[in-house]
Structure formats: structure tokens, C-alpha cells
């Protein structure tokens, strides 16, 4: 994208019918390190890459959990991502505190999607820099919703979100169909999967990841280190030599494709 | 003249006027409600009184009134604070709907929202005069319970609100069972009902029973209990008791 002069502000509309503010949010999206969730009928796994700024210091929390049946991965400004995330908290709380029962996900997110499009149309104010990966049950089932800066709101069998992520989706797009009835650990497996496509030929170890499971009878919780690594091991993951290979190959294609497609006059926010 | 006196504004809330603001006691009540949980959801009695003091001044008052897909409600205490509830429900249920997704409240969230409601208004020193019984099925799961003005609440097999836990609720420990057939149901529920008018000088002879299942909510007809005045110890009360009337 180009600097254009109708740019600087959220509430200035372009002659196209854009508003760069909001598309130039989610390019910090794109920037984040990658996180990924996918579902069943009855478990949703989320998965991000842990990115440290050196080795000395510590990696950033990218996955929060919201209640016992709701959590969150994100992607983009994590400083945004974890005052959205005491929000999100809240509201569970008020919710189970008034009516003794899990607030459904599908509100939450709406509510969280109202929530990001005031800061679309309020001139002292700037939109969320961050997209969030929703986790969560309801009366209806397991859902995944990918949460926007523009304040939209898709539901998802499964997604990735952050940088190179559009090589977890490629790997997600052909194996979802078998989601729906996958097990809950086969789940986890494809998470691995889909992470160790973003890491672009990088060993996949536990230190670099974070797994996250919620399911019917199951809370909320990050998977241990070990826990993970084990899983890592048992699927043999590492050994397998054709998918960093054939990962780098759609990299180099993928990439420049994004650049492009932004740049085109398609508003990503439609999408 | 004493220009030094501050103006107290008209709609002060100190001093004497200030307790008109809140409710002190209730005028128009309803008498109690009897609730059991049996094999297809729950059933429910109340009458249709609405007593003014000790005048049985209002005859034709449904103290029981169904809430959104899955809950029943009856109140007995002051009338218009039912009423006033009732409108609270409404927007609450209404709400509820518009999310049109797929997901209800069910009684269990409906006795909740209602227990905070009470409390919270016990708190100020302005409560609610209800004693609250809710009851409803959803997803194959009964739920009976029951919110005091107070905001005491708790769930049971069988509850009642007022006399009714003096006279029906003994009754009901010892005849009530899991899975009661509808039919023993309500003579389980008239039995209690019929003890009440007996006993409650503010029970009038004009019933109504309700019935929750997942199919939905029915409200009978009005209709009245026979009873029986010919026991000895109605025929001559001061038998037992020389000087009484």
C-alpha cells in the first residue's frame, strides 16, 4: 500500500469508498507472528508461533484464556490484543455472575465487533491493531471466529492470521474437510502441522509454539511444554522432510501475492 | 426571615418525604403458589386472588404467567411489583430474541437474573414484595426455583411461596416422588391447594394449574375445588373449645 492523502485520518473516507486507517490496521495484523485455530464438532485447538525480540528476553503472551469455554489467540499489537482481552474476560463474568451460566461465544464476539467499529468512526480515536482468533462453546457447538480491526466478524472451520500464515492456510484448506469428525488429539496434530508451515523450514520444538484446547467437557487450557513436545515427537513431525520443503516453495509464491493483492483497490475488510 | 436557611430542592430524599419514594408495605397481594417438578416438566397452582388488606377485593388476578420459550412464573406478595417484573422479563426475553442465534435463556438464567434483581433491590432499601417461583424445562433438564423479596433463592423438587410453605410443602415431603405421572401431579396439587383454602383466610375457590414441559407452557381454565364443610368440627366448633365462635 501507498501513502495517500486521504489517509490520515480514520474518519476520511476515500474517493473509492476506503478507509486506509482501517485497512492499514490490519496490515499490523499481518505483521504479528502467526496464530492459527481450527475445530471440530466438539474441540477447537489454537495454536501461534512464540517470537522473543532477543534471546535473552522472554516471549509475548498471544494466547489468553477468557473463561472455562472461551479463549483467544491474537495477532498484531499484543497490547491491544490483552486490553481486549480484559474486556472479553469481563463480560464473561458479568455474564455467568447475572445469569449463572457461560456467555454464549457468538455474543461475545459481536460484542467485541461492536466494540472495534466505534474505533472506526470516532475521530480521536484509532482502530485496534490486533486480530483476534476466538475460541469457544455454545448451545450450538464448538465455534472459531476471526475477529477484525475493521470490526467484522467470520466464523471459521479453521484460519491463520499474522505473518506467513497464508502457508497454514494452504495446509488448512486441504485437510478441512476432515475436521468436523477429527478426534480431539488429531486436531492438535494438524495444529502442529499448520505451525510448522509458518516456520518456513525451522525446527518445530515446543519452545517456539503454544498450543491451546477447549472441548465439550473440557476447559480451557494451554498444553504444557512437555505435553507438546511429546506430541511432537509421536507425530514424528520433525522428520518429515517434504513438508518444510514444499512449505518454502509456497512462501516464495505467496508472499509477493499478498503485496499485490492489497494494492489492487480490493478492500481487504470486505473479504 | 433567615436568609441563612439553605432551599431543600422539591424532590429531596432526606427527612420526612423521602420515604415515600420506596415501598414500605404492600396493598394489593396475591396469596401463595404451589410448584412440583414432575416426570414431564413442572406444574405449578396459584389462585386468582388479589386481596386488598383483609378484603378478597380482586377475583380475577393470573398470579402465574409463562416467560419466554422455556419458563413459568408465579408470584405471590404486592400485585403491581408482579406486574413490574413482568415488564422487566419482557425486555430481558426480548433481547434475548433479537440476538437471533440460536441461543435462549433458559430458567436456570431467568431465576438468576431474577435473584439479582430482588437483591439488589433489597439492598436499597426498596424492595420488590414478591416471593417469586420459577420454574421450566430446557434441553430435557427440569429446573424449580424459587427467589424470596429478600433475594433468598434456592432450587427444590417442590416449593411454595407464603402459607403455602406452612401447609402444602409438608404435604409434598411426603407425597411427592420422582417422576409423577401428570395426573398425580395435580391431585397431589389440589390436595395442597385445598388445605390452603381451608386454612388461608386470603385463598379464594378459583384455581388455576399450569403446566411446563419442552413442548411449551399450558394455563388451565379457571375452575374451583369441591370441598367439604359437614366435618363434625365445622358443624360445632365450640365442641372442644367452650366460648369460641
Redesign the interface.
Known amino acids: 500500500m501507498f501513502r495517500n492523502q486521504y489517509d490520515t485520518d480514520v474518519t476520511t473516507w476515500s474517493p473509492a469508498g476506503r478507509l486506509f486507517q482501517v485497512e492499514y490496521a490490519m496490515e499490523a495484523v499481518k505483521q504479528g507472528s502467526a496464530a492459527i485455530g481450527l475445530r471440530s464438532k466438539t474441540h477447537i485447538v489454537l495454536g501461534c508461533v512464540n517470537k522473543a525480540n532477543s534471546e535473552l528476553s522472554s516471549h509475548q503472551k498471544k494466547i489468553f484464556k477468557v473463561d472455562d469455554h472461551i479463549g483467544v489467540a491474537i495477532a498484531g499489537l499484543t497490547a491491544d490484543g490483552r486490553v481486549l482481552s480484559r474486556y472479553m474476560r469481563n463480560e464473561c463474568i458479568n455474564y455467568s455472575f447475572t445469569y449463572e451460566s457461560p456467555l454464549p461465544v457468538g455474543r461475545l464476539v459481536v460484542q467485541l465487533a461492536d466494540k472495534a467499529q466505534v474505533c472506526t468512526q470516532r475521530s480521536w480515536k484509532r482502530p485496534y491493531g490486533v486480530g483476534l482468533l476466538v475460541a469457544g462453546l455454545d448451545e450450538s457447538g464448538a465455534h472459531l471466529y476471526y475477529n477484525c480491526p475493521s470490526g467484522n466478524y467470520f466464523e471459521y472451520q479453521a484460519f491463520a492470521i499474522g505473518s506467513r500464515s497464508q502457508a497454514a492456510k494452504t495446509y488448512l484448506e486441504r485437510k478441512f474437510e476432515n475436521f468436523t469428525d477429527a478426534s480431539r488429539d488429531d486436531l492438535v496434530k494438524d495444529a502442529l502441522m499448520a505451525i510448522r508451515e509458518t516456520l518456513q523450514g525451522e525446527t518445530l520444538k515446543s519452545s517456539v509454539c503454544t498450543i491451546a484446547v477447549v472441548g465439550v467437557g473440557e476447559p480451557f487450557h494451554i498444553l504444557d511444554q512437555g505435553t507438546v513436545q511429546q506430541m511432537i515427537d509421536a507425530f514424528e513431525i520433525v522428520g518429515e522432510q517434504e513438508g518444510p520443503d514444499a512449505a518454502a516453495g509456497q512462501e516464495a509464491s505467496a508472499e509477493p501475492e499478498q503485496g499485490a493483492g492489497a494494492g489492487e483497490g480490493v478492500a481487504p475488510m470486505d473479504i | 426571615m433567615n436568609f441563612m436557611a439553605s432551599k431543600q430542592p422539591e424532590n429531596c430524599l432526606l427527612g420526612p418525604e423521602s420515604d415515600s419514594q420506596r415501598t414500605l408495605y404492600p396493598y394489593v397481594t396475591g396469596t401463595s403458589v404451589v410448584a412440583l417438578k414432575y416426570k414431564d416438566g413442572i406444574l405449578m397452582a396459584a389462585d386468582l386472588g388479589g386481596s386488598y388488606g383483609s378484603t378478597l377485593r380482586y377475583k380475577n388476578v393470573e398470579r402465574m404467567k409463562p416467560i419466554g420459550k422455556h419458563s413459568l412464573l408465579g408470584a405471590s406478595g404486592e400485585i403491581s411489583d408482579f406486574q413490574e417484573i413482568l415488564r422487566y422479563l419482557d425486555d430481558l426475553i426480548l433481547y434475548d430474541n433479537m440476538?437471533d442465534?440460536?441461543?435462549?435463556?433458559?430458567p436456570?438464567?431467568v431465576?438468576?437474573?431474577l435473584t439479582?434483581v430482588m437483591y439488589n433491590r433489597r439492598n436499597k432499601f426498596n424492595p420488590l414484595w414478591n416471593s417469586l417461583v420459577l420454574g421450566g424445562v430446557k434441553k430435557g433438564e427440569k429446573y424449580l426455583g424459587t427467589v424470596s423479596m429478600i433475594g433468598v433463592n434456592f432450587e427444590d423438587n417442590h416449593v411454595a411461596t407464603g402459607f403455602g410453605n406452612h401447609l402444602a410443602r409438608p404435604i409434598l415431603r411426603q407425597d411427592w416422588h420422582e417422576n409423577l405421572s401428570f395426573e398425580d401431579g395435580v391431585k397431589l396439587l389440589e390436595k395442597c391447594m385445598r388445605v390452603l383454602l381451608y386454612r388461608d383466610r386470603s385463598a379464594i375457590n378459583k384455581l388455576q394449574i399450569a403446566k411446563i414441559t419442552e413442548e411449551g407452557v399450558t394455563i388451565s381454565q379457571p375452575y374451583s375445588l369441591k370441598t367439604y364443610w359437614e366435618f363434625s368440627a365445622f358443624a360445632n366448633p365450640a365442641q372442644g373449645a367452650v366460648g369460641t365462635w
Open positions: 440476538w442465534d440460536g441461543n435462549s435463556l433458559g436456570k438464567e431465576h438468576n437474573y439479582r
